[in-house]
Nanobody, 119 residues
Framework: QVQLVESGGGLVQAGGSLRLSCAAS????????MAWFRQAPGKEREFLAQ????????SVADSVKGRFTISGDKAKNTVYLQMNGLKPEDTAVYYC????????????WGQGTQVTVSS
């Protein structure tokens, strides 16, 4: 059974930083790509960033570009999201996801970690 477990969320003041971690585990687990999403109350889930393991390439949504950085360690099946310059509107539940194949969508999801940014 595959599990993705996020950690590192919490309460931070505006302008502060947090680093989220997501560790994937499970027998013979491997992924093509891992990503971070978030969902604020009453809003749609929003893509934030992804990392493709085959070439280490990354992509970050324009809405957080310049403030959020994704990185990871494929050998450890772990992905990170460094968040700087946090704003109250970044308050949301943050989820990591894994995509086993480029031919399918994200098929594994973590339980989410709450990030709250106070003004």
């Amino acid at each position: 059974q595959v599990q993705l477990v996020e950690s590192g969320g919490g309460l931070v003041q505006a302008g502060g930083s947090l680093r989220l971690s997501c560790a994937a585990s499970g027998r013979s687990f491997s992924s093509f790509r891992m990503a971070w999403f978030r969902q604020a109350p009453g809003k749609e889930r929003e893509f934030l960033a992804q990392i493709t393991w085959s070439d280490g390439s990354t992509s970050v949504a324009d809405s957080v570009k310049g403030r959020f950085t994704i990185s990871g360690d494929k050998a450890k099946n772990t992905v990170y999201l460094q968040m700087n310059g946090l704003k109250p509107e970044d308050t949301a539940v943050y989820y990591c996801a894994a995509q086993r194949s480029p031919f399918f969508g994200y098929d594994y999801w973590g339980q989410g970690t709450q990030v709250t940014v106070s003004s």
